[in-house]
């Protein structure tokens, strides 16, 4: 079996090492005889989004961001099928904000977003930073580390309730967004290594999606789940 990865724009949006998100994904399928196929899309001509079995995309600088937002708008109604197709997708942070309609810089000017999801993120001075705790109904318990400007707006399923910490905006408590087989998140880290529950989550979407039923066997994560309750208990208790 063979999964096809595309990692959109590893030069621009790597902003917080989110290149380790791409390793557990494809460590925890080549250890279960999974070959990975990563490619590096750095240029949207490249790109044939529906050959993708799972899509990551990164954090970046506003800079950054809008650079790739507008190359990004030239495949924007194939991104919007793969999304809507079940297609695996993790967006972290800037990848996350714009997925929505748009981002409101502090001035009150609206970067465009690609509008594949409707929600919107707003620019505050004041950063959210801290390591940060969630439940989800799907993943059980997820840390990792937040550090965004934006406060992100949206009425979807949220990846999880934020047990300590920030989220998406600092107000409703919710972080993230679960819609059908992508991942939205402003957690950082990078956030696989630490929850590989979420990494086995778009592996096996992605290999039913292409192959039918295909169940992962379990691998050996003593170290990987002892990591995330550390950190859980330290953060919860500090």
Known sequence: MQLTIYHFFPKKLNLYADRGNIIALQKRCEWRSIAPQIIEVDSVEEANVMEADIVVIGGGSDREQSLVTEELTKIQSELKSAIEDGVSCLAVCGGYQFLGDYYQ???????????????????KPARLIGNILLNSETFGNIVGFENHGGRTYHSYKPLGEVVKGHGNNG????????????V??????????????????LISNALERKYG???LFPLDDQLENTANKLLWE???HS
């Open 171 to 182: 107000e409703d408590g919710k972080e993230g967004i679960h819609y059908k087989n992508l």
């Open 184 to 201: 939205g998140t402003y957690l950082h880290g990078p956030l696989l290594p630490k929850n590989p529950q979420i990494a086995d989550y």
């Open 234 to 236: 330290r953060e919860l």
């Open 213 to 215: 039923n295909v169940k």
């Open 105 to 123: 810089l502090p001035d009150g000017s609206k970067l465009p977003g690609l509008e594949l999801l409707d929600f919107y993120t707003v620019s």
